[in-house]
């Protein structure tokens, strides 16, 4: 429930005995990488610093510095092509991975991971250069509790408050 953070369903595996096909393996709780799935969250920062739906990112070829001395990293958009300035709204809505990075690298790592921390990611427990300018993309893995209690503080303007697994019979916060 994106109002209370309360959860409504909790869905294990088809069959939690079945251990030869990872029956008790909770995809909840189980960190995996979550793609594109955090892009929402580099431009919500965005828009925190400043920029607005309409403000102009490139999506031209670029590559980035990492942190290891002479490695550059060099994004590329799924379908293989560049789309030239875009919108922010329009990068977004299309998910080209291009622009979500150079988003990522004007705000900084050290931001976008404390942005991410504020609605919730506790698995981000690495510094900025391990992760790079890739988190940006989802190169770090994420449960997918964490990634609904993110999206509910979306749907909440941005409001986070810690999920609850289980009713507890009160009013609603």
Do not use: C
Not at 31 to 57: C, H, M, N, W
Not at 161 to 168: E, H, L, M
């Amino acid at each position: 429930d994106n109002r209370t953070g309360e959860w409504l369903a909790w869905e294990g595996s088809g069959n939690y005995f079945d251990a030869e096909h990872g029956g008790t393996i909770d995809g909840v709780m189980t960190p995996r990488q979550p793609g594109s799935a955090l892009k929402p969250f580099v431009y919500a920062l965005g828009f925190e610093t400043g920029d607005t739906p309409a403000t102009i990112l490139p999506d031209i070829p670029a590559s980035f510095p990492t942190a290891q001395p002479g490695i550059v990293y060099t994004p590329r958009n799924y379908d293989g092509s560049f789309h030239g300035p875009l919108r922010m709204r329009q990068a977004l809505a299309g998910s080209q991975n291009v622009p979500a990075v150079a988003l990522a690298s004007r705000v900084g790592v050290p931001e976008v991971l404390r942005f991410l921390r504020s609605v919730g990611f506790t698995s981000f427990d690495r510094t900025a250069s391990y992760y790079g300018l890739g988190v940006a993309l989802g190169n770090a893995e994420v449960t997918l509790a964490e990634m609904v209690g993110a999206y509910a503080a979306l749907a909440r303007g941005g409001v986070w408050r810690q999920p609850r697994a289980i009713r507890d019979g009160g009013p609603a916060s």
